[in-house]
């Protein structure tokens, strides 16, 4: 079992920054995919930023140059720094993490971006 607890979402205006964390704790190891993922109301969940083991990042071409993700291997912790943010990027942010071929899921956190 993995549990997933993401923090750090609010309010801001456009142009601001904000920093999510997600903290992963149970049977999850430095080397497992990680990432962020998003669901605006009336859309579909969809990748924001994965961080593989080995440091390699991928990045949805929406956020590149703006979002950035980084791990802290011994906390077990992801973070997903935001800036320049939009009104677009309005969503539930939810952590992911793929263990042993199963995708587990964080409860979310809601980043709303007012214009």
């Known amino acids: 079992q993995v549990q997933l607890v993401e923090s750090g979402g609010g309010l801001v205006q456009a142009g601001g920054s904000l920093r999510l964390s997600c903290a992963a704790s149970g049977s999850i190891f430095s080397t497992n995919v990680m990432g962020w993922y998003r669901q605006a109301p009336g859309k579909q969940r969809e990748l924001v930023a994965h961080?593989?083991?080995?440091?390699?990042?991928l990045y949805v071409d929406s956020v590149q140059g703006r979002f950035t993700i980084s791990r802290d291997s011994a906390k077990y912790t992801v973070y997903l720094q935001m800036n320049s943010l939009k009104p677009e990027d309005t969503a539930l942010y939810y952590c992911?993490?793929?263990?042993?071929?199963?995708?587990?899921w964080g409860q979310g956190t809601q980043v709303t971006v007012s214009s």
């Open positions: 961080i593989f083991g080995d440091g390699t990042t």
């Open positions: 992911g993490a793929i263990v042993t071929g199963r995708q587990y």
